[in-house]
């Protein structure tokens, strides 16, 4: 006979820890600080644990002059490169690229 629930429905990923989303997670600032020292011109940077605070999944929106004129395959290109090692360590990344408005 098989275990109960093996097999059926999605599969979840766990978190061990949840936060308010008032806090800023050790994660998020950790690739806030990277993000600020690879994107020196950024005018806006901002970092949310999507996963409920566990660092597996994580959302980015940078602003920032050293993507104008890139399309946005080059930008999102930029970041990963940026996050490479970090990148290693996560399920899943969303990322929002665009250049300040002149």
Known sequence: MAAAGLGRG?????????????SHTDGESHLARVL????PRASAIKVVDISGGCGAMYEIHIESEEFRE?????????????LSEEIKHMHGLRIFTSAPKP
């Open 10 to 22: 999605p599969l979840l990923l766990r978190c061990r820890s949840w936060r308010s989303f008032a």
């Open 36 to 39: 600020r020292e690879k994107f």
């Open 70 to 82: 890139k399309r946005t395959v080059q930008q999102h290109q930029m970041v990963n490169q940026a």
